[in-house]
């Protein structure tokens, strides 16, 4: 029994040995500290090179630029809730975007409402709506567009009051760690990858499996306080995203962001699954769940499922 015991303590200190020489690791890039997992240390990623790749991706905002110029059917379901968590407001609909001669417009296919999610002008009663709608629908037609990613910050300077808050916060949501111009008393703090934002920042790096293929998954998460983090200093709380192993194109991604700057707040929590259509890379799944407040406009809080599918046209 001794020898038996003997032998089991052996195993598992040996175990623990062999477990604790494959542990994470960490690695650090221009002041980043990043955690490697045991597959990344064991596969040799050259960290620095895939931190480069991550900086410079557009794939994820490229991919809802392409809707701008593809046919597409949508799924539509919107809730809006009130302060006691009751349904205030609720749309239903399918609508399919049609694209031809550099323009595109949206038809109603189905629809149900209820509440108030209309005024009495037919109007979105919900800022939540408009920026879905800005989003997905073209209900009057829109001409000259393009999914060029390069320059496209552009289109916001261009804008005015609450066209160009729109397009600010579409980016925002859309396109995460990107700088989003204009955007009063955030400055830079939405980017992920600043010298001086990093700091506040835990990253890490995974290769996983999923439906049989292999993908890098690169996670970004606030530092807590007990960590030497500050929430106030940040805008997005959590981000974790999934690259093809292959061609590096964003497969999907989940981000919770969070800011109060006292005239306006938000909490909103993300999640985009892609596909491809083609040679486009395309958003075929997006759930929002949040709440946010402008001074001037009461709380809202909402929750939308946009199911993306049939698509057509683009080049050949």
Known sequence: MRRFYAHTLMFFSLFFIIHSGFAQQTDTVDGRV???TEVIVRSKTDVRGFMERVIADTSFYKAFRNLRILEFTSLNDIRMFGKKGNVKATLNSRTRQFSANGCRYTKKVEEQ???????????FNYYTAELYSGLLFAFDTICGETNIVKGAERN????????????????????PGMKIPGIPLM????????????KWYN?????????GQSYYV????RKTIDEGGDPDKVVIDEMVTWFNYQSFEVESRNYSLSYDAGVYDFNVQMEVQLSHYRQYLVPTLIRYNGTWNVFTKKRE???????????????Q
């Open 187 to 198: 400055g830079h703090k939405a980017s992920l990858f600043e010298d001086d934002m990093s």
């Open 34 to 36: 990043i955690t490697l």
């Open 203 to 211: 990253y890490s790096i995974d290769i996983r499996e999923k439906n």
């Open 156 to 175: 916001v300077k261009a804008k005015k009051g609450i066209e160009k808050n729109k397009e600010q916060l579409k980016m925002l949501f859309f396109n």
């Open 218 to 221: 690169f996670s970004v998460k």
């Open 301 to 315: 809080r909402g929750v939308f499922t946009a199911t993306l599918f049939d698509f057509g046209g683009g080049a």
């Open 113 to 123: 409402s209820t509440g108030d999610f209309y005024d009495s002008r037919g109007n």
